[in-house]
């Protein structure tokens, strides 16, 4: 069994096969650099270190272990055809099916999620922290070290509806919380909740 991974054009459509893939170009075209980064005008960014590159090597090798699997069954020799685009395109999972039936293009939004909170980078006095409280439990303990009172119907949308008003607020008494305070006062306070 021999497998490999370079240029080869034999399929796809002629005005792309000749074309050089990089990393870079692959994300770019695969449509992953349109939804990382930071919202407009901020330009796409590139998710490092060389992640189409890597995810390519993987369906690669699924792909290639398919064929052996296939191979001892059937006896038969398999070719497997991967553009780089693919599978980064692959990742984005039910974006692409948004777009093609609903119409939705996603956008960027630097490193939160816009389906549940928190979820995101956070700039404390001193630097950037990372918080995540994405279940009710967590979200609840981390009500309580700021100073929310989670059992208040107020807040029960807050986690999940990130564009009301109640989301809106409460992203903003979290983030005055956490600018108020060291990263290491914030690392301490929210692990031991």
Known sequence: MVSSTR???VTGRPEYVNRAS???VGQAFGGMMAQTGF??????SLAAPFTGDYLTVLYALWATLAAVISARETGKGQSVDLAQY????????????????RGVVRERHGNRTMAI???DSFE???GWV???AVTAGTFM???RVIGVDASDPKWQNAMNDLESVEGIEFDAILRGWISERTVAEVVKALNTA
């Open 141 to 143: 303990r981390l009500c």
């Open 124 to 126: 404390a006095s001193d």
């Open 117 to 119: 909170q928190p979820l």
């Open 7 to 9: 240029r080869i054009e």
């Open 39 to 44: 919202p407009d005008p901020a330009p796409p």
């Open 86 to 101: 693919e599978a980064i395109h692959h990742v984005l999972g039910g974006t692409m099916v948004e777009y093609f039936q």
């Open 130 to 132: 990372v918080v995540g």
């Open 22 to 24: 990089y990393d870079l």
